[in-house]
């Protein structure tokens, strides 16, 4: 559960914001072409998540997917 806390707080929507970021960097600087085309599409995942205060993977580690009820528990 505290993975789940530390992702609600703001350094954790940072680090998720950082690293959508840092994926759609690698897909369309590093990787190129249809692939890196596709890489920079994931990236926006971990921006949204970030954003919206969600934890994608949340629900398969067993915690609240919504940031806000994370840290009410």
């Given amino acids: 559960m505290a993975f ?3 992702m609600a707080q703001i350094p954790g929507r940072a680090v998720r914001i950082i690293a959508g970021v840092a994926i759609i960097a690698l897909g369309l600087l590093v990787v190129g072409d249809i ?3 596709i890489i ?3 990236g926006v995942a971990p921006i949204l998540a970030g ?3 969600v934890c994608l993977i949340a629900p398969i580690i067993g915690a609240p997917f919504s940031g806000k ?3 009410e528990s």
């Fill in 4 to 6: 789940a806390k530390f």
């Fill in 69 to 71: 009820e994370a840290m």
């Fill in 40 to 42: 920079a599409v994931i």
């Fill in 35 to 37: 692939a890196g085309i």
């Fill in 51 to 53: 954003v919206f205060n």
